[in-house]
Nanobody, 122 residues
C-alpha cells in the first residue's frame, strides 16, 4: 500500500505563514499528480492546489497569490507554503497523490493522508 504522511500544521496568527509537507512511501511504481485539499468545519472538502510531475500547478481562486505548491519527485514529497493566512483558512488539510502501485496497473489510484490541522486565530 501507499502511505502519505503530512506534517507542519498548527496554530498561527492572521497574516502568518505555515509550510505543510507530505511524504509518500510504500508500493509506488509510478506517481502522477499530487495535491492538497482542505475541509473546514461544517463544509465539504475542497481543492486547494495540485501539481503535476513536471511542475504544472493549479490553484483554487481563494489561495492564488498566497499559497505555493511544490514537490520533490526524488523523495517524493509535496509541499504547501501558506502565506498571508486568514481565519477562513482554518481547516484540516489533506494531501493526496495519484499512484500506480505495480507496472501492471493501467490507471492511477488516489491515496490520501490522514490530515493536518491548520488554525488561524489571534
Amino acid at each position: 500500500q501507499v502511505q502519505l504522511v503530512e506534517s507542519g500544521g498548527g496554530l498561527v496568527q492572521p497574516g502568518g505563514s505555515l509550510r505543510l509537507s507530505c511524504a509518500a512511501s510504500g508500493s509506488i511504481f509510478s506517481l502522477n499528480d499530487m495535491g492538497w485539499y482542505r475541509r473546514a468545519p461544517g463544509k465539504e472538502r475542497e481543492l486547494v492546489a495540485v501539481i503535476s510531475t513536471v511542475g504544472n500547478t493549479n490553484y483554487a481562486d481563494f489561495v492564488k497569490g498566497r499559497f505555493t505548491i511544490s514537490r520533490e519527485n526524488a523523495k517524493p514529497t509535496v509541499y504547501l507554503q501558506m502565506n498571508s493566512l486568514k481565519p477562513e483558512d482554518t481547516a484540516v488539510y489533506y494531501c493526496n497523490a495519484d499512484v500506480k502501485t505495480t507496472y501492471r496497473q493501467t490507471y492511477y489510484q488516489k491515496f490520501w493522508g490522514q490530515g493536518t490541522q491548520v488554525t488561524v486565530s489571534s
